[in-house]
């Protein structure tokens, strides 16, 4: 068990560029989740998948925020033209399938310059 | 709808002394509840789970929680503090509108040990 990987650990950028982050499940768990936490704050859910579907996006922020999981394997989260108001820690979690508790990352720090 | 209440924002003890971080949840159904712990620049690390098998939970480095559903709480406990336990504490409960998969945090509750 090596963990969730999450890649990079921080990401500075301009504003209205584009980015993406990388998210490597733990590798039997077929549940992957994206959070947002915002200084002083708890994780907001975002989405999630199950192997590839994407069962959940009614909570990603707006438009310029998707997800994809192509081969059920790792993850991307892609913000579109970034704004001042993305600057967030993004953390994603795997789990297996059921109600079984939710593995963390050390999550992905975006500055917005 | 689910959601959970952290009682305090901001706790200290002393190293040895009790810890004691506060948790009050609303929930039509059952829930399922969790303590998850953040140290700085780090993910989220599981503490403990309640799921209904039993009321008082023990979790990982000496954390124990108890359900009390008369009184929807769902506190924290640990009966002697260490410098490591310092961080940021989370009470989470799963939420049942979406099968239970996504988890809704409180707030948190920043823990300072001194010595």
């Known amino acids: 068990d090596t963990g969730v990987s999450q890649d990079p650990r921080h990401k500075i950028t301009k504003r209205g560029q584009n980015v993406t982050f990388r998210c490597d499940p733990i590798s039997e768990h077929n549940r992957l989740y994206w959070y947002r936490q915002t200084l002083g704050q708890g994780p907001e859910f975002l989405t999630y998948?199950?192997?590839?579907?994407?069962?959940?996006k009614s909570r990603l922020l707006s438009d310029r925020f998707s997800a994809e999981r192509p081969k059920g394997s790792f993850s991307t989260l892609e913000i579109q033209r970034t704004e001042q108001g993305d600057s967030a820690m993004y953390l994603c979690?795997?789990?297996?399938?059921?109600?079984?508790?939710?593995?963390f990352g050390d999550g992905t720090r975006l500055s917005i310059l | 709808a689910q959601s959970v209440t952290q009682l305090d924002s901001h706790v200290s003890v002393s190293e040895g002394t009790p810890v004691l971080l506060r948790c009050n949840y609303s929930?039509?159904?059952?829930?399922?509840l969790f303590w998850y712990v953040q140290h700085p620049n780090k993910g989220l690390q599981l503490l403990l789970k309640?799921?209904?098998?039993?009321?008082l939970v023990k979790g990982i480095n000496g954390f124990e929680a108890e359900f009390k559903k008369s009184e929807t709480s769902f506190h924290l406990t640990k009966p002697s503090a260490h410098m490591s336990d310092a961080a940021e504490y989370f009470c989470v409960v799963s939420d049942l509108n979406q099968a239970g998969t996504a988890l809704i945090f409180g707030k948190g509750t920043t823990l300072s040990v001194s010595s």
């Open positions: 998948f199950q192997n590839e579907a994407q069962l959940e």
């Open positions: 309640y799921t209904s098998a039993a009321t």
């Open positions: 979690a795997s789990s297996e399938q059921g109600n079984q508790p939710q593995h």
């Open positions: 929930s039509s159904y059952s829930p399922s």
